[in-house]
Structure formats: C-alpha cells, structure tokens
C-alpha cells in the first residue's frame, strides 16, 4: 500500500520566492496533518484537517503561510514570501478517525526546504 | 494544556546494551500513548502504542508500559542494535483532541558497535 506522499523531496530557493509543498495522504484517511521540524523546535504542528476542512491552523507562524485541501488526496502548503527562517523539514502525516484517539498517524518522507 | 516531556538526548551506548527513555505526560482526559522513530532522513514511523492503563505496547523489542499512576510511559530494549540509532519521539492523543498528537521533543540515540 502507497504511504503518505509529498513532493518535492528537496526545494532551494531565493527568499521572497513562492514556495508550493503538496502532500497526499492515505486512501481512506480522513484526518491530514502537516508538521515543522528544525533543530531548535523540535516538530510543530501548524495545522490539521478532518474531512477536508482545516479544524486548527493556531501552529501556522504567519500569514505567510497557508495551506489547502481541496479534496480528500491531495493537500499544499504555501509560504509567500518565503524567508530564510522558514527553512525547516516539513512533514505530512494522515491518520483514519475510526477510534479516534487511538490511530497513529502516518508520516510522509517529508520536504527539506531551504530558503537562500 | 496536555503536554510531552521526554529525557533529553543524546543518549549513547554501546550494542547489546540495555536502553531506557523516559516519557511523561500531563493530560486532562485519557490519552492513549505512543512512540514513534524517525531514521535519519525519513519521517516518524509508529514504533508501539497503549490505549488504556497497565496496557503494554511491544514492537521488534521494544516495549512501553502505560502507567496511570505515575503518568509515564518509558520506552526499554533489552539489548539494542546500531540499526537502533534513531530519534525517538513520545506522544499523547487525548480524546477530545479529534486526532490530534502532542509530541514530546525527541530523544536521539546512537548505538555503537
């Protein structure tokens, strides 16, 4: 079975420059997170997804960043402009709401960005 | 708010050695526990879970036992592995919070030959 899925695996660019990370999540998963990992905070949750909609975006730093899911496979999060202290890894992650607290969540391989 | 602490890293040791981390929580509900792994380079992957107290979550030799009573939830393997050397990660997933994981700030080991 396909696991969680994000493109680019690696994204350099110039600061000020739009920056698209995607994600698709697991068939059948109805709750899709996205994730901040650096050095110096450890992993951030900025915002997560139940059926499509975004139930708490509170972990998103700035208006710069935002993210969407238009439809059940397939979510970006957008940082405009981008800065270099948005460089981070970013990870997506999924899980099925049956049980609800008891499911783990499944992580894609994540997007190591680096802003110049 | 519902929150992780975990002992902080990196913790070092020698193959075959006996690896304890400790985990703590503070949550106002019934969390059910987790660890994940995250291998260098890739994401976090579930290593074991427990759902309810006294429940013990076990996985290629790890175990976890969740202790209501002293709010733990400590990760031990009796005699680790270089392929071992991670970075491991306690979370907690309360029922009101609609799926969401708290994590804890990550323990890095490495296991030498």
């Known amino acids: 079975d396909a696991g969680v899925i994000q493109s680019p695996r690696h994204e350099v660019t110039e600061m000020g420059q739009e920056v698209t990370l995607r994600c698709k999540p697991i068939?059948?998963?109805?709750?899709l997170f996205w994730y901040r990992q650096t050095m110096m905070r450890g992993l951030e949750l900025l915002i997560y997804?139940?059926?499509?909609?975004?139930?708490?975006d509170s972990g998103m730093p700035e208006d710069r960043f935002s993210a969407k899911m238009p439809n059940a496979s397939f979510s970006t999060l957008k940082i405009q402009p981008s800065e270099p202290r948005d460089s981070a890894v970013y990870f997506c992650?999924?899980?099925?709401?049956?049980?609800?607290?008891?499911?783990?969540?499944?992580f894609g391989d994540g997007t190591r960005l680096s802003i110049l | 708010g519902d929150s992780v602490t975990q002992m902080e890293g990196p913790v070092t040791l020698s193959e075959e050695a006996f690896l304890t981390i400790n985990c703590t929580y503070t949550a106002t509900g019934y969390p059910s526990l987790f660890w994940y792994v995250q291998y260098p380079g890739e994401g976090l992957q579930l290593l074991l879970k427990?759902?309810?107290?006294?429940d013990k979550g076990s996985n290629k030799g790890f175990e976890a036992t969740y202790r209501k009573e002293t709010t733990s939830f400590h990760l031990e393997k009796g005699s680790v592995q270089v392929s071992d050397s991670a970075v491991y990660f306690c979370a907690l997933s309360d029922r009101g919070s609609q799926g969401n994981l708290i994590f804890g700030k990550g323990t890095k080991l490495s296991v030498k030959p």
């Open positions: 068939s059948g998963h109805d709750y």
């Open positions: 992650a999924s899980s099925s709401g049956t049980g609800r607290n008891n499911q783990p969540q499944h």
């Open positions: 427990a759902t309810k107290a006294d």
């Open positions: 997804f139940n059926n499509n909609v975004p139930i708490d």
